[in-house]
């Protein structure tokens, strides 16, 4: 996810020292060439103009590797095969077909954005750049992109990879992030827009920084822009582009509960929003909560302590989380209606549901120990 830059990422960067676009006038010629001799043409999204399944790749590649969203797309859409099989469907399913692919804002992105094209567009996909970009989870590069390859619409696209190949190529300085060097960026994507095959071309940037200009050891050897490349002329591949101004990452703590019953544990269904919004996860407490008294008097039940777990680290963007199992098993429960947000499910029916990486994580531990008993 983006971040804000800090102030001195930006005293990196001289306006002066940006390359005009007219630099390299055959820029777009040669990546296009490069690209239908070299690169990528057989990914399962790729060869179609259908603006939901572009649509749906390009959310899906959104801070993901392509060989990790193969698996997930091809799933995906075997479920959901449009856009009103999506709209149609309840969230908790669309959850459950996204678990584990991370950044699930993504996925509850997807589902409202379904909903309001069944309700706004009669079920199809808004062609309008502006009403794409209307649709929650899309921005200005991704609505180009989605424009691009399904309409073969002249638009200039910016993501993670396209910025690396910009920093390197025009020996750009500054975090592209940062406000003065993104605007710039934006402003020479905009100027390098050849005038016709512009999917090509789209898929040419997208390739070129995934599989030759890449973050650690590129093929500069390979690339098509190797001669005019300031980054390798000046020997700076490494420097470029200028990384994110280092911080210390914030540590949290949190305790989960572990309840089992008769074969069962307990899982409660987390807000929508905050991180994991919308999942199931294992009832959290704080340190120092006396475990005992909040079982009792939030669900009604009377535990007993299980042998310990290892404790289990999870980075985010923002902070780290340390998470302590606390395995219990229940040895009695009061009387009392279903609580609404929470269910009893069997191991292997939880390990499929809609749920946080850590979670399926202790999950298998549980299950692995259960079988290492037996």
């Not at 101004?245 to 008769?262: D, E, N, S, V």
């Amino acid at each position: 996810m983006k971040g804000e830059a800090s102030d001195s990422a930006d005293l990196h960067y001289n306006p002066e020292s940006f390359p005009a676009a007219t630099a390299m006038p055959d820029f777009a010629t040669r990546l296009i060439a490069w690209q239908h001799h070299h690169g990528r043409h057989d990914l399962p999204w790729q060869n179609t103009c259908d603006p939901y399944r572009v649509w749906l790749s390009e959310i899906m590649l959104q801070q993901t590797q392509v060989t990790t969203v193969i698996p997930y797309y091809q799933r995906f859409l075997a479920r959901f095969p449009d856009i009103e099989s999506l709209a149609a469907a309840d969230e908790n399913e669309v959850l459950q077909h996204w678990s584990g692919l991370g950044y699930y804002s993504r996925a509850r992105n997807l589902h409202a954005a379904a909903g309001i094209m069944t309700e706004k567009h009669a079920g199809q996909f808004p062609r309008d750049f502006a009403q794409i970009l209307e649709l929650p989870g899309i921005g200005r590069s991704t609505a180009a992109a989605i424009s691009a390859f399904a309409f073969g619409e002249r638009r200039a696209i910016l993501d993670g990879n396209v910025k690396r190949v910009f920093a390197r190529c025009f020996g750009i300085d500054g975090f592209p992030a940062s406000k003065a060097v993104e605007n710039s960026m934006w402003q020479q994507a905009e100027s390098l827009l050849p005038r016709q095959n512009i999917a090509a071309y789209t898929q040419a940037l997208m390739d070129l920084g995934a599989t030759l200009c890449t973050r650690s050891r590129p093929d500069c050897a390979a690339c098509p822009l190797e001669k005019e490349c300031v980054a390798l002329a000046q020997q700076r591949v490494n420097e470029l582009p200028t990384r994110r101004p280092k911080k210390a990452l914030p540590q949290r703590a949190t305790i989960m509960l572990l309840l089992r019953h008769q074969g069962e544990i307990l899982l409660e269904k987390r807000p929508p929003s905050g991180i994991w919004g919308g999942l199931w996860s294992f009832p959290e407490i704080e340190e120092g909560t006396d475990v005992m008294q909040r079982c009792s008097e939030r669900f009604g039940l009377t535990v007993e302590s299980e042998p310990a777990m290892h404790s289990l680290d999870h980075t985010f963007t923002h902070f780290k989380l340390r998470i302590t199992p606390q395995p219990l098993a229940v040895t009695g429960m009061l009387p009392r209606a279903a609580q609404p947000g929470q269910l009893w499910l069997t191991l292997e029916d939880a390990i499929d549901a809609a749920i946080p990486s850590p979670v399926r994580t202790l999950l298998q531990r549980l299950t692995q120990a259960g079988k290492v008993k037996k």
